[in-house]
């Protein structure tokens, strides 16, 4: 046993790609072949999702396989509710499909009949990444219908009906998320983007009150305190820990962490193209940057994020 | 036919493949104490599952090692000769032998599922009434696997009579499935051939209450019962066919 562990410890790590997955049956059919592995099946799927996913995220991969895990564990299990809700968050936030999360929850609609999560969340995603109102208002509605749906549901409804501004129902739905799920990476992920809307938010009032200085005044502000209390109450604190900083070129306020995400975006297109010059190819996925030693390490998301890696470019 | 069940029982208790089962099977429910932190707050769901699991899948291990082997030590060793030379029917003689393991499913059954629902009692801090119900259910599952065992340990040897054994249970779970698959699909002369089929092999999913232990769905009483008697019958069936193999057969 001693021999096979000094082996072992010697056997250096293997750089892999989650393509194991890629095997994973997909349609109906996995209903029939999971069946003989008995109550332990949606488990395997379940951990065999949170593992594809958290890789992916350190590896800044593309989460391709990601819409069928969650259909896989979704078929299997439809009553699984945490899996509508992680899933359909993370497919449309970080898998960048927020349609292919739609078609997941209309299956937990038939499927799961009794439960207001899978309408709930198909609201959410028309809501907040697909800005259909008129759709949001109508799964939201629906939730309210079944039982359980807490208050804050019929709220979302009104809002979506009567049009209300999209960042203040977003910080709603995003906080109620945050409040009442035990899943640590769907807290980060509230927390994250309440933040980003929080950002938002405080740019707009920031930028709001220089137009309304320069048109007052004539001319452009030196610092931001002259704003202050005229046009603006006081500078509010960036969410991120960076700061507020007038910038002439633009012409506007900006935040420092925004500054530092293209100051990185930059960096590693750069380190792309060097990639690409020494290998021929684009890599697959940023972390073969490292893995071929371009670079030693991906910069952390300055928002917690994934970089949006497409076609050989990481964009915003 | 009394001796024949106690001694088929103290028979397999007393193997210690019986201990090494059992071992692992209390070592796999504990298991989600270490991989539960890693299910972002599925932990309880998780204990569940890994724990009914374990209960069926460790049963069904011991339906292969122990079952397969009670019928063939008996006619390997020629000890069966002094017993079937006493007052007894050879078919009161597989019956004894097809109590005597389902005895001993239910003793270690009920060992596993004793733990099991103290441990989710314990996760969840209170007494887990739905999980008596689902152990059951295994309980009867396993029952209906008892019942195949001691048919095929009449007719194949151990190695055999497993691997029968485990067909018959993949297709008992699959077939199910499979035909609402068929008839989804349209596939109408498929879902015919698979309710042939559905009449043969035993359906478990009548004796699947995980639905009430994970999501506290009622089941209807109707059901529960259907799915015990469906247990029993198919389970004497099986017997029954195998003694009139065993009647039948050149020892």
């Not at chain 2, 004894?96 to 801090?125: C, E, H, M, Q, R």
């Not at chain 2, 008992?172 to 008839?183: T, V």
Request: a positive charge; hydrophobic letters at 45%; glycine letters at 6%.
């Amino acid at each position: 046993m001693l021999a096979t562990f000094l082996f072992q410890r010697s056997i250096p790590p293997i750089y892999h790609h989650s393509e194991p997955l890629a095997f994973l049956p997909s349609g109906p059919m996995v209903e029939v072949t999971t069946a003989p592995l008995g109550p332990i099946s949606p488990e395997i799927i379940w951990l065999a999702a949170i593992q594809y996913y958290g890789e992916e995220k350190i590896s800044g991969g593309k989460f391709e396989f990601l819409t069928q895990v969650f259909d896989v564990l979704t078929r299997i299990d439809p009553l699984f509710d945490h899996a509508y809700q992680f899933g359909s968050i993370v497919i449309a936030d970080e898998g960048r499909s927020p349609e292919q999360a739609i078609r997941i929850l209309k299956r937990g609609l038939v499927k799961n009949p009794s439960s207001w999560i899978p309408p709930f969340y198909i609201g959410f995603v028309f809501y907040i990444h697909l800005r259909d109102f008129a759709k949001a208002g109508k799964y939201f509605e629906l939730a309210t219908r079944r039982s359980g749906a807490p208050e804050y549901v019929y709220r979302l409804a009104a809002f979506a009906y009567k049009k209300v501004r999209l960042r203040k129902g977003s910080i709603l739905i995003w906080s109620k998320i945050y409040q009442n799920t035990d899943n640590q990476t769907l807290k980060e992920a509230a927390l994250r983007n309440i933040r980003c809307l929080i950002l938002e938010e405080y740019l707009e009032y920031l930028n709001k009150g220089l137009q309304r200085f320069e048109r007052e005044k004539g001319r452009k502000p030196e610092h931001i305190s002259e704003l202050i209390p005229e046009y603006i109450d006081s500078i509010p604190t960036e969410p991120f820990g960076g700061a507020f900083k007038y910038d002439s070129s633009r012409d506007s306020f900006i935040s420092t962490t925004y500054l530092q995400i293209e100051k990185i975006i930059a960096y590693l297109n750069n380190k792309l193209h060097v990639f690409k010059q020494k290998f021929g190819y684009y890599p697959e996925r940023l972390d073969e940057l490292v893995a071929k030693g371009v670079i030693d390490f991906i910069p952390p998301h300055p928002l917690g994020r994934i970089y949006n890696y497409r076609f050989g470019r990481v964009i915003r | 036919m009394r001796e024949v069940i106690l001694n088929s029982y103290r028979e397999a208790i007393r193997d210690r493949v019986l201990l090494v089962v059992l071992a692992f099977g209390v070592a796999m429910i504990f298991s989600s104490l270490i991989i539960g932190p890693l299910t972002l707050g599925e932990e309880i769901r998780l204990a569940k599952d890994i724990g009914l699991g374990s209960i069926l899948f460790f049963g069904l291990l011991i339906i292969l090692f122990i079952g397969n082997r009670v019928l063939y030590r008996e006619l390997n060793e020629k000890t069966c000769y002094l017993i079937l030379t006493r007052p007894i029917t050879r078919f009161q003689f597989i019956a004894g032998k097809a109590i005597g393991l389902f005895l001993t499913i239910l003793v270690t059954s009920l060992i596993l599922g004793i733990i099991f629902i103290s441990y989710i009692s314990l996760l969840t801090g209170s007494l887990q009434i739905t999980a008596f119900l689902a152990v059951i259910g295994v309980i009867f599952q396993l029952t209906m696997l008892v019942g195949i065992v001691i048919l095929a340990a009449t007719f194949l040897n151990p190695f055999l009579g497993s691997l029968f054994t485990i067909f018959v249970y993949i297709f008992g779970q699959m077939i199910p499935r499979a035909i609402l698959l068929a008839k989804f699909y349209k596939h109408l002369a498929i879902a015919r051939i698979l309710s042939i089929f559905h009449y043969i092999f035993p359906d478990l999913t009548y004796l699947d209450f995980r639905e009430l232990l994970i999501y506290n769905n009622p089941i209807p009483l109707e059901r529960i019962l259907f799915g015990f008697s469906y247990a029993i019958c198919y389970s004497l069936v099986m017997v029954l066919v195998a003694g009139l193999i065993f009647e039948r057969k050149d020892l």
